[in-house]
């Protein structure tokens, strides 16, 4: 195949871009700075309006210009245009509106301290559970230009189908489109229980190991082939699934993980509040068509 030839399958393989735009929320005391950075930043890379939503609980005095208005910052970072949005009322019900017709929606996550953890993971873990578009968490220490080459990471169950219209078809597809857009790798990690019935026959279990290892390849071969530009590799074994994801994404700039309709899984959580890089959480097809099929 020529190089034309494969630019063309690859334009043949590549999805339509979307219109939407990248919705970020911004907290009032400026301590979701790198969220916005990461949004700014993705609406460069694909042409995308920025819309920043900064939502106070309470009605406070307003000063001539707020002490940390991000939007500042966003307009310094971009070409793009950049839309502002101050509400007033409870920040999840905000930004699930601001997004409802967006490409992505960006929140921050602060890292500091258990109680800061639980507080900032409720409402990220509530937007993440109720978004009908794909939710990025971005750690407040998070730098996004020193992992630019960084590669990415995907969590699959062993069990779930990432075919077709599967649970987890949404979180691979998104996956590996972006690995392919960014030309970066991809990891898939895959972990698993071994069960207590083979736990005693060491045959049962590298049985088990091996059929589920075989099943999981399985269901990443169409997509290995849909983009045969990205190189993709498996990690998987017997430990628990937040361990490996957050093992294999010390040294990665984004973990995509699924959710299956209106439902996050304790995984997923447990990532969303203990990963020192971005996660986001890709709700499954079955959410678009209950929005109306938008997508």
Known sequence: MDVRQALTARQLNAEPRRNGSVVVGASPDGRSASAVVWAVQEAESTGRLVKLVT???????SPAR??????VLARQLTLQQVMSLTTLGPVVPALLSAAADAELLVVGHRGMGRMARALAGGVSAQ???QSTVPVVVVPEAWMQARFAAAPLVLGLSPDAASHGDG????????????????GVPLTVVCAWQVPPVTTCDAEATVLYEQATKESVEGRLASWTERYPWVTASLCSGGTTAADALLQA?????????????????STSRAIMCH???????VPDHGVDLERGGLR
Request: net charge negative.
């Open 55 to 61: 939502a106070h609980e309470e009605r406070t005095p």
């Open 167 to 182: 649970p987890e078809a949404a979180a691979t597809e998104f996956a590996f489109a972006r690995a392919d857009a960014l």
């Open 249 to 265: 994404a010390r040294h990665a700039q984004l973990i995509v993980v699924a959710r299956s309709r209106r439902r996050l899984g």
């Open 127 to 129: 937007l993440a559970e």
């Open 66 to 71: 707020p002490a940390h208005d991000l939007s």
């Open 275 to 281: 990963s020192e890089c971005p996660v986001v959480v």
